[in-house]
């Protein structure tokens, strides 16, 4: 077991659970185990240990039974960074270790499901659900822009209505919708989550490792294969530059913070 931490409530702990399976529990309970720097870089860190490790499939959660999974990304952040979901960033950094982790990786997901945490559950190559499970994205409620590779993901996962649907309302999507749209593989009791996450693993983990190796990077290839013109590519990061800059993020955040409905102007 190797635990890493910078904060005494943040914690990164992972584990061998049995032969070829791995485990990794990240916990912030004083912020609702928000995505703070100190644990996505622990949680990156963890990662890249176990990938050297070759450990082929892993388990990915924050725990069973509680109200949430993780409420996304540490908003009280945002005051010293106003774009914290931009390329290089570490939300963004730990998605792409996911994405390329030489193995599978299961999400077990109990608990509401917030912002950037739905975009860590979904970088994941399966998720396994109990039904107290909801995912929302609600970077619309303080006026924060999503990049174009973080919609990219969402896009190859849903219907581009219910996509505009979670993007534009921010209201959650309950497990029930999260299955029928295949955003969750296996919808479970809570009672069995742990047992279906791991008896899935040892499915994958009988496997021979290098094969499904070859077809996770096929398809991580596959699926970025989205060119764009440069004039569009410039004109998305000027709309996101703004909407980075404007009052409505201030306003936004302020809200948040005083647990007051923001009033948005546009500007």
Known sequence: MNNMTNDYSVTVTSRIVEERIGQIIFSNPARRHALSADLLEALEERLAQLAEQRVPVLLLGS?????????????GELARD????????????????????PGVVIAMVSGSVWGGAVDLAMSCDLVVADRSARFAMTPANIGLPYTTSGLLRFFHNLPIHVLK????????????????????????????????ALELARGIAAKAPLAVRAVKEQLRILEDMQPLPVQAMEQIA??????????????????????????????
């Open 82 to 101: 106003r774009d914290p979901i931009a390329y290089g960033k570490p939300l963004e950094r730990v998605l792409r270790a996911l994405r390329a982790y």
């Open 165 to 196: 649907e979670m993007f534009f309302c921010a209201l959650p999507l309950s497990a029930e919708r999260a299955a029928q749209f295949g955003v969750i593989n296996r919808l479970v009791e809570s009672s069995t989550l742990e047992a279906t």
């Open 238 to 267: 000027e709309l996101r530059r703004q909407a980075c800059a404007s009052e409505d993020f201030s306003e936004g955040l302020a809200a948040f913070s005083e647990r007051r409905q923001p009033l948005f102007r546009g500007i």
């Open 63 to 75: 725990g069973i039974g509680q109200e949430v999974w993780s409420a996304g990304h540490d908003l």
